[in-house]
């Protein structure tokens, strides 16, 4: 038995007309809570490790404590040796609430850090690790002067010893992956 190849092809088929009138094409309502964010979710990140003073910024010109790092997003200069830089990664979306409709995302992050100091290295990634894993819950974070509101981390993976920077420098990088859930604060 052979099937007609035109049997699923839709393209030549019309609604019926009802006295006249085809039905009108409804509108799309704006999805609520759908407030794109203005900065990258790495960005909140590293601001969030600036707050908890496990990272600093080396553009404020403060001087900070010898145990806060220089922190950076999305990308990592070639000095100082000890550094936390934090990408953004694929995220995750899990669909929209039952009471209003709103799209709830996770979105991911990597946090790499670099130390000339093996030891040191893997001791910084595990303490920014336990923070995001424990010490994070409904913080709220100022990157510029836009307000975000970063609920939790979820599926914070283990540290992982990626090697060393390169032969010539011998730094060693760690990594760490999770998804975060954070919202940008909209002030009527």
Known sequence: MSVDPTFFDL???SFPVVSGVTPPVPPVPPVPGSVSLRHSPAEIVRQLLVN???ASDP????SRPTY????YATNEPSTPDNTITVYDTTGQSDGRTMPDGEAVSHYG???RVRSRVHSQG???ADSIRERLTRGVYGSPVRVDSTDYLVYNF???GNVIP???DAPNTRRSLFTLNAIVALKMVVTP
């Open 11 to 13: 393209s030549s088929f």
């Open 52 to 54: 908890a003073l496990i």
């Open 59 to 62: 553009g404020d010109g403060s």
């Open 68 to 71: 806060a790092w220089p922190g």
């Open 109 to 111: 992050v990597q946090v």
């Open 122 to 124: 893997w001791q910084m």
């Open 154 to 156: 979820a599926r914070v």
């Open 162 to 164: 990626v090697g060393k």
